[in-house]
């Protein structure tokens, strides 16, 4: 499809779902040549967003009953690798976090590791449970340094990140931090002070110690021994604190809390054969322009689709609706107030709703004036079958 717009020298938006339309077979073609094998989660989610919005998988048809013309409303992948579901889904997820969230201060912690460990984790995915525990594990630690009598529980809400954004391989955790925990005698307490220099050699031996348990290999021993050489003051963790909760907020928690592995409006060019994309790096506020071959470029976003099942997002602590502590949380207030949870989630409750919201215009709002209704409804992807409307209407 981008082939034929490029070739009649139309421009337009380009789309992750029509490169891997146009692709696919091929690459897979080229790994099969290579003796490479490609996970089963990559292939249902590929086959997945190159059928989102086709007719082909499914649509709903809606009448105008004073004019009678009619509108087609396909259905979509509800994949979270697709950009367009991939986004509602982050927009969701973003909402109930922001409905569990205390009435108090919390951080936005993010935990890195060096690149020389990023290979293991690639490798083995299981493995990527250990960022979990051993974020959960550090900020554990931390907190009953205070009084460890107490045992503190803090709270916390955390997100897998597998990309940098040059798209590489560079597995992190975003974690939602409160700033208060309970203790054994249900008192709470704030921690607004985190010792940064503590913090990182924490989970840098929390890392390393769950790794260690993991993977018996003499190699990886000598590696971590060279780690702890390295990096005499821990691994990279960043702590910035987040303002005060409004609606900005749950757009903060959006962008970090499941969003889309690369936005479209990234990609610059694609002429069939290489495609262009920008970003701009940690370390640097200049915008960089990168070029790659579309097979490299289809390898840095599959990479990052998950296992099936695996969870991404995960409440830790008192969060944890399986906790001890979790009943001593639900009896504090939430953040969010009653209204504006609603208010929101009647945004996010159906396609019609979130059109109404963002574009300012009902869709289904004929042009004579006059609400469409559903007529019909096409369920089977692959096997044409029509429950129509109709027939309710003569029983």
């Avoid at 490029?6 to 790994?31: A, Q, S």
């Avoid at 590791?113 to 959960?136: C, E, G, M, T, W």
């Avoid at 504006?340 to 945004?347: I, P, Q, S």
């Amino acid at each position: 499809m981008i082939k034929q717009l490029i070739n009649n020298g139309i421009k337009g938006k380009y789309k992750i779902k029509d490169i891997f339309e146009d692709n696919w077979d091929d690459f897979v073609d080229e790994m099969m040549a290579k003796g490479k094998h490609i996970r089963d989660s990559i292939i249902k989610n590929v086959k997945k967003i190159i059928g989102c919005q086709e007719p082909w998988n499914g649509f709903a048809l809606y009448e105008c009953p004073n004019c009678h013309k009619y509108k087609h409303v396909y259905f979509t992948c509800k994949s979270r690798f697709c950009n367009t579901c991939g986004a509602k889904y982050s927009k969701d997820r973003a909402l109930a976090i922001s409905a569990k969230l205390l009435d108090c201060s919390h951080r936005h912690v993010v935990f890195t590791i060096p690149q020389q460990l990023r290979k293991y984790f690639a490798h083995d995915r299981s493995l990527l449970n250990v960022l979990f525990q051993a974020a959960s594990d550090t900020i554990t630690y931390t907190f009953n340094r205070r009084n460890k009598s107490e045992n503190y529980v803090p709270g916390m809400i955390c997100v897998l990140h597998t990309f940098g954004r040059d798209l590489k391989w560079n597995p992190h955790i975003h974690m939602i931090l409160c700033e208060e925990a309970i203790g054994k005698t249900l008192k709470w307490r704030e921690f607004k002070h985190i010792n940064y220099e503590g913090l990182r050699k924490s989970w840098q031996y929390c890392v390393l110690k769950l790794l260690l348990e993991k993977i018996n290999d003499p190699s990886f021993k000598l590696l971590v021994d060279q780690l702890y050489k390295n990096h005499q003051n821990g691994f990279y963790v960043n702590s910035p604190p987040i303002k005060r909760f409004s609606v900005g907020v749950i757009n903060y928690i959006v962008r970090y809390m499941g969003r889309p592995v690369l936005a479209q409006s990234r990609i610059t060019n694609y002429d069939g054969d290489f495609v262009s994309f920008e970003y701009t790096p940690h370390d640097s506020n200049q915008l960089i322009t990168e070029t790659i071959p579309v097979f490299e470029f289809i390898k840095r976003l599959i990479i990052h689709i998950p296992e099936h099942g695996f969870k991404m997002l995960r409440y830790m602590g008192f969060y944890h609706n399986r906790h001890s502590k979790y009943k001593e949380y639900m009896k504090r207030s939430k953040r969010v107030g009653p209204r504006m949870y609603e208010a929101l989630k009647k945004v996010n409750k159906n396609w019609r709703n979130r059109i109404m919201y963002y574009f300012r215009y009902d869709p289904l709002k004929c042009l004579c004036g006059t609400f469409m209704e559903l007529v019909e409804l096409f369920v089977s992807p692959r096997k044409i079958k029509f429950y129509s409307l109709y027939t309710s209407r003569f029983t």
